[in-house]
Each structure stands twice: as C-alpha cells, then as structure tokens.
C-alpha cells in the first residue's frame, strides 16, 4: 500500500521562525498536495504539485511556499510563521490526479506560540 | 464557484440504525464527488466516489443532479463506523483541487 509519512506528529514553533513540514511518498506518485484542516472549515489546499520542481498555488497559498526537488519528496515551509497558522497539516498524494484516490499522510499538528 | 456544504457538524445515531450524511453541493459543470473518513487516530482515507458507483463497508451514495446533493447512507449503523466523514468535489477530470466540505462527526451509540 501506498505510503505517505511526514516528518512529524507534532511541532510547536515561535512567531517569527522559518518552519520546514516534510512529506516524503514511496509509490512514485506524480501528484502531491498540501491542506490544512481546521474545525470548522474542513480541509483547504495551500499547495500542489504535478511534477518535480512544479508547483501551483492552492486556495489559501499566504504566508507558505514549497518545494519539490525530488518526485518523492514535497515540502511546506512558513517563511515566518505567525499564530494563525497554528493547524493541523496534511499531505496527500496522487498517481494522476485529484479524480484519482488520495493517499494521506497522519498529519503534522503545528503550534504556533 | 465549487462549494460543498455539510449541513450537520454532529450526527449521533443507535447501533442498528439507519444513518444518511447529507452533502450538497454546487457547481455548474459536471462534478465528480467522494467521500472521504477519518477514524480515532487514523489517516484521513477515500471511502467511495460516485464513478465507481459501488458499496463500501455497507455505505452508498447516489449523485443527484436536480437536487445537487450526494448523501451518504448506510441502512444499519455499527459502532465502527464511528468517524468524521468529508464530503469531497472536483470539478472536472485532470482537476488538481479537491474542495471539502467542512465534515460530519458521526458517532454510533451501542
């Protein structure tokens, strides 16, 4: 089965620091997102990507950027993180698309003090 | 704009009952749509989309277009089915963006 692991379970971070969220896939998948999910508001995407180096900005793309240099690796970073991006993180990848079964990661639940 | 609405935040049924999670939904083309489930310490996972028109764990969903809505139902409830379900739309094939309703917290009550 397909495998999506993030780097961490939980972080907690201060206003102000530069924050790296690692996502790493093993099925060689072409696509992969990044949502955040609040009570409330349920999951909303920051990111994709369709390809090495390709990304595209999602519904709420503020205050993150992201990085993909290998197929298997797709990273969130918060350039200077702030409290309202205290949330639950997710990572998910795809074989060809959102049409396609989403395969998810367990998550990185971010603290932002 | 593609919206989905979940009307019922909470949803409490008894073991043996018959539950059905509303989703409605709103887009002016041809909308492809699944049902997504988190359970207790579990990763969020598709539970079924309507293209593969087939039952999953004894749950369906029928698309309706003239009511815009794809309600999810299961005629007896168990206790495992006990989770937080999302409703999920694309708007088109080679879509990239899946928009979530904001989700439903069902609990099955023995």
């Known amino acids: 089965d397909v495998k999506v692991t993030q780097s961490s379970r939980y972080l907690v971070k201060r206003t102000g620091e530069k924050v790296f969220l690692e996502c790493v896939q093993d099925?060689?998948?072409?696509?992969m997102f990044w949502y955040r999910q609040d009570p409330g508001l349920g999951l909303r995407l920051i990111y994709f990507?369709?390809?090495?180096?390709?990304?595209e900005k999602g519904d709420i793309p503020e205050g993150y950027s992201v990085s993909r240099e290998k197929k298997e690796r797709f990273s969130l970073i918060l350039e200077s993180a702030s409290t309202n991006q205290t949330s639950m993180y997710l990572c998910?990848?795809?074989?060809?698309?959102?049409?396609?079964?989403?395969?998810f990661g367990s998550g990185t639940q971010l603290s932002v003090l | 704009a593609q919206r989905v609405t979940q009307p019922e935040k909470l949803l409490s049924v008894f073991k043996g009952a018959p539950v059905e999670l509303k989703c409605n939904y709103s887009?002016?083309?041809?909308?492809?749509l699944f049902w997504y489930v988190q359970y207790s310490r579990q990763r969020l996972q598709l539970l079924l989309r309507?293209?593969s028109r087939e039952s999953i764990k004894g749950f369906t969903a029928d698309l309706n277009k003239g009511e815009t809505s794809f309600h999810l139902k299961k005629p007896f409830a168990q206790e495992e089915d006990s989770a937080m379900y999302y409703c999920?739309?694309?708007?088109?094939?080679?879509?990239?963006?899946?928009?979530f309703g904001t989700g439903t917290r069902l609990t099955v009550i023995p």
């Open positions: 998910a990848s795809s074989l060809t698309g959102v049409n396609e079964k989403l395969f």
């Open positions: 099925m060689d998948h072409e696509n």
């Open positions: 990507s369709y390809d090495v180096k390709m990304k």
């Open positions: 887009y002016s083309g041809s909308p492809e």
């Open positions: 309507h293209i």
């Open positions: 999920a739309l694309s708007g088109q094939t080679g879509a990239n963006n899946l928009f």
